[in-house]
């Protein structure tokens, strides 16, 4: 960190960014200057810390120290506080929520005390934009180790020992699919694989186009509110660069692709300049580090089809065709990517694999379950007091992530359920909050890993509600190739429409159970054969509120508007007029310090009143 | 040889078949609707799913579409197991539901014991024939067979998917007519619910 005093690194990813965190910056530039600390102190700007409900936040080193929340406005004294007269200000420190003394040191969070971080190793702490930086942390050394002292099936070994499995989802073991695509013959690849090492193919073949085995990264994040990939991207780009390195090299591809979200302009940039930068230092292109190695990579952007984060359908939109899902066999290892043996792995697998090469697949193993090893990183959002992004090792409980990592549940409300994996994913309850994070339990609890998403739910969630959004989620991205997944699914969301509008009839409990069990059998690929899981483990865990839905017209959760009335009670209301004043169409009458009335007619069930009485007199029944 | 079981019979083959064409070796009839010999498969309608598995696991035994599955040496499949036909309904039902006026469609139900006036409906048959929303007439089932052929064998890409999942349509290109159109007629000679129709130009 130089001879700088102080280093004061700022966090740049998304989040804090659209906080404002580069007007932060720039205020913290400003004051130093004024005050003439530059040579003292250093601003650098950071990747995502992943405490994005805190942004901007600003740590500054070598103390530690954690300021979070930040505006332009509160610069001046902090500088003056803590850099001139060394007094770390505590009101923007981190307060746990149920009270408490302010905690200065950001490892003594509870949010990244618990945390385990290998994908997101750098996070926080190195500048994204700077390759320098991640050389200077130890990057790049794993590619060095493994094309000077490593042939490619010991690579191969050396991932297979270490028990990565796939962090896309569907949690293939990583070793084995790359073997298979080492294995796998294409048209010309014969002699070529025949040469052991030195199986990439010519510049000429790679820029003709006849590179014989392609890789590609998935980062074609779809899942709402989930951005693990995002945050990899931003926060420590060579980090996917140098695992789809090392990949290229074990598999013998000679090109490499990213593809990735359009609406990640952030992450696209420092995507970018992280290939540009990797180019005019030779870890791309040809003879990489003095080797017969040759590999490159080029990034496509993805135009939002949710489907493009299944393999195949990915590999039809890079080809220009309809993002569909293909029948597999032929896997894309024997024939991908224009028909030629293709391995895909997502953003978070192949940063995990430069870890894995220069610690060794020991240290990477001996952390996690027995099944599921590693770490997973998981985004943490819904009603849980810190959002943000999290990894954490296989086997940690559900528990643990939502109460001790997430700080628990918002205004003292009750918890009620967790959803893992995205919109396809299941809703856990809190009988089984001690249910351990890894794929094979997940799976058991009616739920999938997934690619990391992961929201919590109190009792304000109506959980047929949630399930009813989810299918439409799912039902509007399938595709419309096969006929469970095209129809099946719409039919559901139809069903589910029904019974949050008070439509349900007796019967249709076991109807919906029935369309998502034949859709999971019979549907084409991955998407379908879990869209009905929102549906199937909310009946299975909360089937009470589907039957309140149904035979009693009734919403437990006050959500759906069909089913719930708003009123006011007399006890409770000092007539202030907040309500009628904000009612969006004046349907509450009432004069000052009067009880007020809302009429049931006009009234659109919007929830402002209940959102700006200060007297708890608004009920929802 | 590779050797194959299909519903008891056994059937000695080369590598390179379907599951589908095994069968047909085998004069079992499996129901189809996307598939056409002479285009690529698609595995899109479901209709054709069977129960396969290895002989090392007979009990763990998946449905896969007979169309695009391999046979794969000392593969167990079973076409008319209750899960298969259990499944190969409610596919039919989904599409009866989808097309209630196609007449192929109809007839393919009926074999199937399944139509508004069955007798034998469960829940989800009764949902799909009776309470499911009406939606605007078609009998296009999106089999994509009229796409690939014009594809495939005139090679003229004068049709093409819109749109995505319930929305999905067969269209020309942007909607107008294709200039590339050579008014072959393959497009609605595949068509299994004979949904296309040729226009002599004016």
């Known amino acids: 960190m130089g001879n700088f005093r102080f280093n004061l690194l700022v966090c740049a990813g998304t989040g804090c960014v659209s906080n404002n965190s580069f007007k932060v910056k720039a205020a913290l530039e400003r004051e130093i200057e004024k005050h003439k600390l530059q040579e003292e102190i250093q601003v650098v700007t950071t990747g995502c810390n992943g405490f994005c409900a805190n942004g901007p936040i600003v740590v500054v080193k ?26 770390p200000v505590e009101k923007l420190m981190y307060t746990p929520s149920k009270g408490g003394a302010p905690i200065p040191k950001m490892s003594d969070i509870p949010f990244f005390g618990k945390q385990q971080l290998i994908a997101l190793a750098n996070r926080g702490l190195i500048d ?11 990057g790049y050394q794993a590619l060095s180790k493994a094309l000077t002292e490593m042939t490619p099936e010991q690579v191969i070994e050396e991932i297979k020992a270490s028990g990565l499995r796939g962090r896309g989802g569907a949690g293939f073991p990583t070793g084995k699919k790359w073997e298979f695509c080492r294995d796998a013959s294409s048209a010309k690849a014969g002699s070529a694989r025949d040469g052991g090492a030195g199986t990439s193919p010519s510049a000429q073949e790679r820029t003709s186009g006849l590179a014989l085995k392609y890789i590609i990264c998935n980062a074609d994040e779809g899942d709402p509110g989930a951005f693990m990939d995002r945050s990899i ?23 490499g692709i990213i593809y990735i979200r359009g609406e990640y302009p952030l992450a696209l940039e420092r995507l970018n300049q992280a290939l540009e930068q990797a180019r005019d230092y030779g870890l791309l292109g040809e003879e990489i580090l003095g080797s017969d190695f040759n590999f490159d990579i080029s990034v496509s952007k993805g135009a939002g089809a949710f489907v493009c984060g299944e393999e195949t359908s990915l590999i039809g939109s890079l080809e220009g065709k309809l993002p569909e899902p293909r029948v597999r066999p032929p896997y ?38 027995e099944t599921s090893k590693g770490t997973k990183v998981f985004s943490l959002v819904g009603k849980v007091n810190n959002t943000g992004l999290v990894e954490v090792p296989m086997g940690i409980t559900m528990r643990e992530i939502v109460f001790d990592i997430g700080g628990g549940i918002p205004d003292g409300k009750k918890f009620k359920a967790v959803q893992t994996g995205g919109p396809s994913g299941g809703c856990i309850p809190e009988s089984l909050l001690d249910t351990p994070v890894d794929y094979e339990s997940l799976t058991q609890a009616g739920s999938i890993m997934g690619s990391g998403g992961m929201i919590v739910m109190d009792e304000n969630n109506c959980m047929v509600e949630v399930a009813r959004y989810f299918v439409s989620f799912t039902q509007e991205e399938s595709c419309g190739k096969c006929s469970p997944c095209r129809e099946g699914t719409w039919h559901m969301m139809n069903i589910l429409d029904n019974i949050t509008q008070g439509k349900g009839q007796e019967g249709d409990i076991e109807l919906l159970e029935k369309i998502g069990k034949h859709i999971k059998e019979t549907a084409l690929c991955g998407l379908g054969n879990t869209a009905p899981n929102p549906v199937l483990t909310t009946i299975r865990y909360f089937r009470d509120e589907y039957e309140a839905h149904i035979r009693d017209k009734r919403c437990p959760a006050g959500v759906c508007k069909a089913l719930i009335t708003y009123s006011i009670d007399p006890q409770n209301c000092t007539g202030c007029t907040a309500c009628a004043k904000n009612c969006p169409v004046e349907c509450i009458s009432g004069e000052r310090k009067q009880t007020h009335v809302i009429d049931q007619q006009k009234c659109i069930k919007c929830g402002m009143c209940d959102s700006v009485c200060n007297f708890d007199a608004v009920r929802i029944e | 040889m590779a050797k194959i079981t299909i519903d008891g019979k056994e059937l000695e083959f080369d590598e390179g078949l379907t599951i589908l064409e095994a069968a047909k070796k085998l004069q079992i009839k499996i129901p189809t609707l996307c598939y056409n010999e002479h285009l690529s498969p698609y595995g899109g309608c479901r209709i ?3 129960e396969a598995a290895t002989r090392a696991a007979p009990e763990r035994s998946r449905l896969v579409p007979a169309c695009t599955a391999p046979a794969e040496d000392g593969m167990i499949v079973v076409t008319d197991s209750d899960h298969v036909l259990d499944s190969r309904r409610f596919i039919i039902e989904l599409l009866l539901s989808r097309c209630p006026e196609s007449e192929q469609i109809r007839e393919m139900a ?28 078609t009998n296009c089932i999106l089999c994509s067979l009229c796409v690939r052929v014009c594809q495939q064998i005139p090679q003229r890409f004068a049709l093409s998917l819109k749109e995505r999942g319930i929305g999905r349509k067969v269209t020309p290109p942007f909607e107008r007519v294709a200039e590339s159109c050579i008014g072959c007629g393959s497009c609605a000679y595949v068509c299994p619910t004979k949904t296309i129709t040729i226009e002599e130009a004016s």
């Open chain 1, 128 to 138: 994204p934009e700077n390759i320098d930086e991640y050389i200077a942390l130890g």
């Open chain 2, 110 to 137: 009926a074999e199937m014991g399944v139509g508004p006036d069955s007798s034998n409906l469960d829940v989800v048959g009764h949902y799909l024939l009776h309470r499911a929303p009406k939606r605007e007439s």
């Open chain 2, 48 to 50: 054709c799913l069977v």
């Open chain 1, 332 to 369: 894309p290892a024997q024939s991908g990517y224009m028909g030629k043996p293709t391995n895909i792995n997502n953003v978070e697998t192949w940063a995990n694999v430069p870890h894995i090469i220069k610690r060794g697949a020991d240290w990477y193993s001996s952390i996690g379950t």
């Open chain 1, 62 to 87: 070598p103390d530690d120290i954690f300021y979070q929340l930040l505006t332009e406005e509160q610069i001046p004294h902090l500088v003056e506080e803590h850099f001139l007269k060394g007094r």
């Open chain 1, 233 to 255: 991207v931003e926060s420590d780009p060579h980090a996917l660069l140098e695992g789809m390195l090392i990949g290229a090299y074990a598999i013998g591809a000679g090109q």
